[in-house]
């Protein structure tokens, strides 16, 4: 396996058409996470099936958020993308979300060539109040059973703002 993190970069920011690698496709409840030290993909738990990944789980290639992970993203599919999964993104949205008191936000993201779509998602704009909503809910939930209270959904931000978290996460990866 590659070391994704030593192939790819974060992509074009500017232009908002990202790098990503899948660690967690949808509708799954493992929590499959990318080890930076070893380059493999580890099974850090198996979570409760009422807490399945509602979309398509990765992160940004030569990104450090503040959680000492690489910058997280949801990629929206209707079929789920395999674990491993290297695909250029589009940036939509940002999801600032708190996961036991620290920042971890979700860039929110479409594949760059989505003909399912007609590549018709090029905003948090497009998507429909309902999917805000189980996203909101998922996040501030999928810890209930473990850790209660320990996740909050903070807010949404614009393709904008994302972009410039993203350029934080890159600053942040070369200052290691």
């Known amino acids: 396996m590659a070391d994704y993190n030593q192939i790819l970069d974060a992509g074009d920011v500017d232009s908002g058409i990202i790098n990503t690698v899948i660690e967690i496709p949808k509708w799954s409840t ?16 198996v979570e409760p099936s009422i807490f399945a990944k509602p979309v398509n789980y ?10 000492g992970d690489e910058l997280d993203t949801l990629v929206l599919t209707n079929d789920p993308i395999p674990t491993g999964v290297y695909l250029k993104a589009r940036v939509i949205a940002v999801l600032r979300f708190e996961d036991d008191g620290e920042t ?12 399912n ?25 999928y ?7 320990t996740t909050i959904v903070k807010s949404w931000g614009d393709a904008e703002e994302a972009k410039k978290i ?3 996460c890159q600053t942040r990866w070369s200052e290691q």
């Open 30 to 45: 493992l929590k499959i996470e990318w080890n930076r030290k070893l380059a493999i993909f580890e099974l850090d738990r």
């Open 58 to 67: 990765g992160f940004i290639p030569q990104t450090l958020d503040d959680d």
């Open 104 to 115: 971890d936000d979700k860039i929110i993201c479409v594949p760059e060539d989505d003909r």
């Open 117 to 141: 779509t007609d590549n018709a998602i090029t905003s948090i704009d497009d998507l429909h109040q309902q999917w805000r909503k189980k996203i909101e809910h998922h996040f501030n939930h």
């Open 143 to 149: 810890k209930d059973l473990k850790k209660p209270g």
């Open 166 to 168: 993203i350029k934080e």
